[in-house]
């Protein structure tokens, strides 16, 4: 009965209808420590705290094959990039109530409970009367139309705490024609003004392909890419990191560090330590800046070899 329970409790159809939502975490059961972490204030870009404006900027463009691209995104490359600056001519308060879907996608990294939580404030403060839907399990919750309506007390326990399993994740990919329909259904029936990908390089060419697939349809929802990857692959100019590498590299060097120190210690063992990061080297030499270990193999420098 209980699991019954929960499955109703998130079904898209009636998650609206339901009041007060269970949570998968309780503040109760934290530590001192979790508990002190839960009302630390993080800081913020001014411009996001003041009055601003969005200005426009020149076309978009792309790193290379530009003309390729512009085929494969017709309704979208080009369009003028845009920047939020200081507006002292009035308030950054909004004049109308928005609906906004946010989903995680792909491996969990640190800050993404706190990308949420962050959506969620500047609605409650900026755009009064705002919806936020969580949708669950990853781009698969959109498809099938899955999520929960966030609120203050479901949020509150997952504040500047790792995981993503506030709503959840998943590696599921909107590609298909059928899928793209199911994503359009779930973004006319929530009424949705945006929708937040946060998510790495796959998850950010999934969104901006459904973002091209619902300009083309004239829908009314933005779709926007927020980088989150530990691999730290996906920069540009606008984005010097992805949230999540930092912290990886930290956790990998500790962990590397004590195998040194136990190499050292016995003087007869050789370890061979093996990083995430897929094509992507910067793990690896994030940590061996940091522990500076006898050997490093940079994957891009080893299949320039061969």
């Given amino acids: 009965m209980a699991a019954a329970t929960i499955s109703l409790l ?16 309780y503040a109760s059961v934290y530590s001192e420590v979790q508990n002190s972490r839960l009302d630390h204030p993080l800081p913020l870009p001014s411009v996001l705290g003041s009055p601003f404006k969005v200005v426009d900027g ?49 491996g969990q990294a640190p800050g993404g409970h706190n990308v949420i939580s ?45 995981g993503f399993d506030m709503i959840c994740s998943g590696r599921d990919k909107i590609e298909t024609p059928e899928q793209f329909k199911q994503a359009e259904e ?46 730290g692959d996906l920069k540009s100019k606008e984005v010097p990191t992805s949230f999540g590498f930092d912290t990886a590299c930290k956790i990998y060097a500790e962990m590397i560090g004590n195998v040194m120190i136990d190499a050292r210690s016995t003087g007869k063992y050789y370890h061979f330590v093996r990083l995430m990061g897929r094509a992507a080297s910067h793990i690896t030499l994030e940590c061996a800046l940091q522990t500076h270990p006898n050997i490093t193999l940079i994957g891009e420098e080893v299949s320039f070899l061969i």
């Fill in 186 to 231: 779930t973004a006319k029936k929530l009424d949705l003004d945006g929708l937040v990908v946060i998510g790495g390089d796959d998850s950010n060419t999934n969104a901006c392909l459904l973002a091209e697939n619902f300009r083309s349809k004239n829908l009314k929802t933005r779709v926007i890419g927020c980088p989150k990857t530990i691999d």
């Fill in 58 to 106: 020149p076309p978009s463009s792309a790193a290379g094959h530009p003309e390729e691209i512009g085929k494969l995104f017709p309704s979208l490359f080009g369009q003028p990039s845009v920047s939020l600056v200081p507006d002292d001519s009035g308030d950054v308060a909004m004049n109308q109530s928005l609906k906004i879907g946010v989903v995680l996608s792909g």
């Fill in 10 to 25: 998130f079904n898209g159809d009636l998650a609206s209808s339901v009041k007060s939502q269970g949570t998968g975490r």
């Fill in 118 to 162: 962050g959506i969620f404030d500047f609605l409650q403060t900026h755009c009064k009367g705002s919806t936020l839907y969580g949708f669950r399990g990853g781009p698969a919750g959109i498809m099938k139309c899955k999520y929960v309506v966030l609120t203050p007390e479901y949020i509150y326990p997952y504040r500047n705490q790792g």
